[in-house]
């Protein structure tokens, strides 16, 4: 009997822990070491990454994962500033090669798309369903270009709705039936102004009220971003000014609620809580509004929301947009330097530190590097320089500094992760941070070696550090000199 009892255990345990999901991927020979990271977005409103497993490209271009899922849901491959969408499914096994080069061309230092090459998929896996959808839906827009917005472009869809339906007869995919689903409608969106109310009416009947949101698909997510695209800015009348008081002049999360609450689109308190958390996530980089107020606003949200789901999410909105403000605590920076050894950012707590990213290719990078050698050794004692290197060759910045030994700060090597960038919002070279004493964020970005249009540089707060730093003479009044 007790033997029969841990066997069940067993099977149960094994039921909730998920179900294993293998990866086999090939991709560039000369990508030999490089790391290759699973991702998945935290949410599908500040699209921050999360990275699910780490291994290396093997001497054959080989990689592999094993990763436990309960779920169908979309994960992302990236290698370097390379990244490519996948679909995983419980229990399933996927050959992939992933192309050394971005699908148009162009470069950006991350997020850069790849269309991921698969050997074979197998029949009704969500990753050809996907595809052949999507074939269908592009074929859709092209015919249909001319068009949009007319009233005859909703006779062509229901007419597609209809080969949708019967091309993907049978398919219990519960991730794929939403993805087809809310990205069709996506394009009923799209309605002449006189029929505007009247479509939107229909639309949330349709696929909004009573219905379980699914924080995890990103087709059912952009859908309810698109339909209450700048809901808090665009109301009018007395409800527009009421809004807009709760906003900015008496702040009141509790006051918003109360007033879409009473608006038939907002009946769902699930749907309030999201959609004030992501529309305030969008208003918080809008001039028009106070960022102190927005933010306030996001967490008296996440305190007093109801919903589990979209309390994530808001505490995932806060966690984004407070990441690289003044007194934050920076993501982790652990590399190794021009000497091999390992440099941790925690090593220089005490002192303050002026990082800056940069690359060989930029000759604004460069040409501060002599800047930079000239305020270490005014400034040195008292901040701590850190240059990293974001060359895609780590041998181009090893030649670099095999020639400029004169560079003799701490030089370090991003090894590829383009997570540091992310997080560092680091989009162009050079770019620059500051750390106060504690370690903590000062200014990011914070001002160049050279002055600016403004005239303005970073030199200025260094003469202030070096300046307080400087002991005042004391004096012992009757006492000797």
Known sequence: MRIKLFI?????????????????GKTYKPFKGKTVNLIQYKDYVTRDYE????????????FSFDYDIKSTQQAIIQIEYLIGIIYLAPNKEYSVYFPPRSEDGKYRLTRNNVNIVFDSIPKNDVNGLILEFNRLYDQFLMN???????PFF??????????????????????FLKYARFSIGDLQLVAPSSHDKINRLSIYNSYIVNKKIDTKNH??????????????????GKTGKALSNSLTTNPSYTA????????????????????????????????????NIILSLLKEAEEKGEKKEMTVITKSIIASITKLMKGSKPYPIRLVN????????????????YINFWAKWNKESLAEMDVLKKMKAEYGDLIEFVSINIDASKRKFDLYMLS??????????????????????????????????????????????????????????????????????????????
């Open 404 to 481: 400029h030994k004169e560079y003799d700060w701490n030089m370090l090597y991003y090894g590829g992760d383009a997570n540091l960038l992310d997080v560092y919002e680091v989009y162009t070279a050079p770019h620059y941070i500051m750390l106060d004493t504690n370690g903590n964020i000062l200014s990011a970005p914070a001002l160049k070696p050279v002055p600016n249009g403004s005239f303005e540089s970073i030199e200025k707060m260094f003469f202030e550090i070096k300046k307080k730093s400087k002991k005042k003479p004391k004096f012992n009044i009757g006492g000797k000199l």
């Open 219 to 236: 087709a059912q997510m952009n859908f309810l971003q698109n339909f209450y695209s700048k809901t808090l800015k665009n109301q009018i």
């Open 256 to 291: 918003i609620d109360s007033i879409l609450k009473k608006d038939y689109f907002f009946k769902m308190q699930t749907i309030r809580e999201f959609v004030i958390a992501e529309n305030l996530f969008s208003m918080f980089y809008d001039e028009k509004y106070d960022p």
């Open 144 to 150: 249909n270009r001319y068009n949009v917005g007319k």
């Open 8 to 24: 069940l255990s067993i099977l149960i345990l094994g039921s909730l822990s998920g179900l294993a999901t293998k990866i086999n």
């Open 154 to 175: 909703h006779e062509n869809l229901d007419t597609f709705k209809l080969q949708i339906k019967k091309q993907f007869e049978g398919i219990e995919d519960d991730y």
């Open 338 to 353: 021009q000497h091999g050894d390992i440099v941790n950012l925690s090593d220089f707590e005490g002192k303050y530190v």
């Open 51 to 62: 990275v699910l497993a780490s291994t290396t490209v093997d001497s054959l271009g080989k």
